[in-house]
């Protein structure tokens, strides 16, 4: 995995994605060497593993956010090598949180490909148990533990990266926030699942800590900070966040269900079988309780545990769903919490190129068209 040194500044705003990637390639490497060090076995499974899935998958969404708004807040050259290893250590986080996220919705695929619990299972067929053809408790082991790997090296890469006393302090102190949100959003996210949750109130608030605050919000803060941004600039930045933020993982729960399988990377319908206590499901049981239509609140009950939706299934859930409006109300919501983004952002003002290709990235993430901005289908190819 060797990668080329740092660029400047200039020269990582022509390819965020391509020097985050550079740097991960190059944190990884020592990783993994220090893994195979310890067992050739850990390394080869776990590890190199764990280094492919992070270097070679996603948009670098997140790293996108920290470095153009720590570029809108005055970065320079001087802030590139902390920002680089910050922004890496997100992506980190981030395969963290997808690896154990498959495990808990027994997620057979992410991004196109084996997810990482089903990896394992394939390397190591003879752990399954008879006559099961669920993922291993072996595997699904395996993947907690590269998962928690994942955060190890992540919290390693923000200890070690070169930052002035003041600015680490405030990064450590978003970052610290940060984590403990993204457990706090997994497990309402399992809770709500358990206690078959119709609250919609409860799943926006799922929706913000598991996703919006760590996709969006946090990383803002982050670029924020490590640019010395005022609390004010900083406070508009990561309200406009965490509108977008809202507003992506509102549409990314209605591509779970609506989505096509080849542009999404992932099935179809997972959220309907594992029972996901989502903003849309939480809306179409409430709407349909309140027009006393029993059928698909039954109908989303029958699908519940069952093996992934047949295209037969699943399209009669997508017309129940729909005969309900919820997806239409979720569109709406969509809508508002994009304007409610653009109005917060400009609370910030910035100018200048920089602040002109946040602003994009905004709209981008939470669907509002505008010069530049991508289709959904596109958009959600890699944001995951």
Request: glycine share 8%.
């Amino acid at each position: 995995m060797h990668a080329p040194p740092r660029p400047a500044a200039a020269g990582v705003d022509t390819g965020v994605a391509e020097a985050v990637t550079s740097e991960l390639k190059r944190c990884c490497a020592d990783f993994v060497a220090h893994s195979r060090s310890l067992d050739p076995v850990f390394a080869h499974d776990v590890a190199e593993r764990l280094a492919t899935f992070t270097c070679d998958g996603g948009s670098r969404i997140r790293p996108r956010f920290l470095w153009w708004a720590l570029r809108a807040c005055g970065g320079t050259d001087a802030h590139t090598p902390g920002a680089l290893r910050v922004a890496a250590a997100l992506e980190l986080i981030q395969s963290c949180g997808l690896i154990h996220d498959d495990v808990m919705d027994q997620s057979a695929v992410r991004r196109g490909k084996p997810s990482f619990h089903t990896q394992i299972a394939l390397q190591y067929p003879e752990a399954a148990p008879a006559r099961d053809p669920g993922p291993s408790p072996f595997s699904q082991s395996a993947a907690v533990l590269a998962g928690d790997l994942a955060l190890s090296w992540a919290d390693d890469l923000v200890a070690e990266a070169d930052l002035d006393p003041p600015v680490r302090t405030q990064v450590l102190q978003i970052w610290r926030a940060m984590r403990t949100e993204m457990i706090a959003g997994q497990y309402l996210d399992l809770h709500g699942q358990t206690t078959s949750s119709r609250s919609a109130v409860q799943a926006i608030r799922t929706v913000s800590l598991k996703a919006a605050r760590y996709t969006v919000e946090q990383p803002l803060a982050l670029g924020a900070a490590l640019a010395g941004a005022d609390d004010a600039t900083t406070r508009a930045l990561t309200a406009a966040g965490r509108c977008a933020g809202i507003a992506f993982q509102l549409r990314d729960d209605l591509l779970g269900v609506f989505g096509d399988p080849a542009l999404t990377g992932k099935p179809s319908g997972d959220d309907i079988r594992s029972g996901k206590a989502t903003y849309l499901l939480a809306l179409a049981h409430s709407r349909a309780d309140a027009s006393g239509v029993t059928t698909v609140v039954n109908l989303l009950r029958e699908c519940r545990g069952s093996a992934p939706l047949s295209d037969l299934a699943l399209a009669s859930v997508r017309e129940a769903l729909h005969s309900t409006g919820a997806p239409e109300q979720v569109e709406r919501r969509i809508e508002r919490l994009a304007r409610a983004s653009e109005r917060h952002f400009a609370a910030a003002n910035l100018g200048g190129p920089a602040a002109r290709r946040l602003s994009e990235l905004l709209a981008q993430v939470a669907s509002l068209p505008q010069d530049g901005f991508i289709t959904t289908e596109a958009a959600v190819r890699g944001v995951a």
